[in-house]
């Protein structure tokens, strides 16, 4: 409750800044409480010598004595529109938005008209193409937030990828966001660990406070964990040729896992693929069918052959066209073809 009225009082002594002069009933109005609490805030501020006064009568009112100023911390103009511009209130949240209109109030009149037209210049749609309602961080972010914050332990219902949900204690440490996918980084009996918060299903505070290690950095222990990620994201290697234009897919699918190496013979190139496994990859290049060969390793080719087989028990062989059957048969690669050479150096 404290903390409320503080900053309450942080809000009213921003408007008197910002109007010159106003009535009590005004600072009611745009602080949203009743003319009794208003009076008393601003009796609070002059008591506490704060240097507002009152003037009785007709044009009266309260104001800051000499046009007293707070200090904003000498924010640059640029530096206002940066500002506004990634917070508009299209996306705010309330509190987000009201600590952005007491900003704009406390700023000198010629920032003014610029942050509120660069808090106009972005919206942000809440829905994937699929209408389906997306929230950042899932709906236990602002939680795990608090708990950061706070520094208190919590009780994590966490469900992993192809795993039922389980429960575990952590230390929340803070939180990571990597190409708009939000982590919690929390210390576990078996050290620092990553928590993505779309898989998270519960969050209950249990009052312990946080052990934190010696030293943490959030910054350099996430820069460790993500490296260990992407280390794993490079655990083997997948070699096979694709058609010269299957590039710029492969290219979407892999980013800078894709390596490309020289042309071979009928339009092909050689490819290497990085993966967690060889049948992650190979699931993955199972879509693109004949456009893609794999050539190694051995247990990329017996998944890609076992999909096929499941493919065909469900759907059947497909009817040929009559291009298809007048068509001549792909060529196959030889025997060298499939052998580590054939692959190309790649660059």
């Avoid at 046009?67 to 705010?92: H, K, V, Y």
């Avoid at 992650?280 to 069918?289: C, F, N, P």
Wanted: net charge positive; glycine share 10%.
């Amino acid at each position: 409750m404290a903390r409320v009225r503080a900053d309450r009082l942080v809000a009213t002594l921003l408007f008197l800044q910002a109007s010159g002069r106003a009535t009590v009933a005004e600072v009611a109005a745009e602080l949203e409480v009743s003319e009794r609490t208003a009076r008393r805030d601003l009796e609070a501020l002059a008591t506490a010598g704060v240097p507002v006064y009152s003037r009785r009568g007709r044009g009266g009112g309260w104001a800051l004595v000499g046009g007293a100023r707070t200090n904003l911390s000498g924010l640059t103009a640029d530096e206002i529109r940066a500002l506004f511009l990634l917070t508009g209130p299209s996306s705010a949240t309330p509190e987000l938005r009201t600590a952005l209109r007491k900003l704009v109030q406390a700023l000198p009149a010629p920032f003014r008209r610029d942050a509120e037209a660069a808090s106009r210049a972005s919206v942000t749609d809440g829905t994937d193409w699929s209408r389906t309602t997306v929230t950042a961080g899932g709906p236990h972010l602002d939680v795990l937030r608090n708990a950061v914050v706070d520094g208190v332990r919590v009780r994590l219902g966490y469900a992993g990828p192809g795993r039922p949900a389980g429960e575990r204690t952590v230390d929340p440490l803070g939180l990571a966001s990597k190409a708009g996918v939000e982590y919690l980084v929390a210390g576990t009996v078996r050290g620092l660990r990553t928590f993505r918060l779309s898989r998270v299903t519960s969050v209950a505070a249990t009052g312990d406070p946080v052990v934190r290690p010696a030293g943490f950095d959030l910054a350099t222990a996430w820069r460790s964990l993500a490296a260990r990620m992407e280390d794993r994201m490079h655990a083997v290697t997948v070699r096979a040729r694709a058609e010269a234009d299957a590039g710029p897919l492969l290219e979407r699918l892999f980013g800078d896992r894709l390596r490309v190496g020289a042309p071979l013979a009928e339009g092909w190139v050689g490819v290497e693929i990085d993966g967690p496994s060889a049948e992650v990859v190979a699931a993955q290049l199972a879509g693109l069918g004949a456009r893609v060969e794999v050539l190694a390793p051995p247990e990329a080719r017996e998944r890609l052959a076992a999909l096929a087989a499941e493919l065909a028990a469900v759907y059947g062989r497909p009817a040929a066209t009559d291009d298809e059957s007048n068509a001549p048969a792909r060529q196959r690669p030889t025997a060298a073809a499939d052998s580590p050479a054939a692959a190309a150096s790649v660059e």
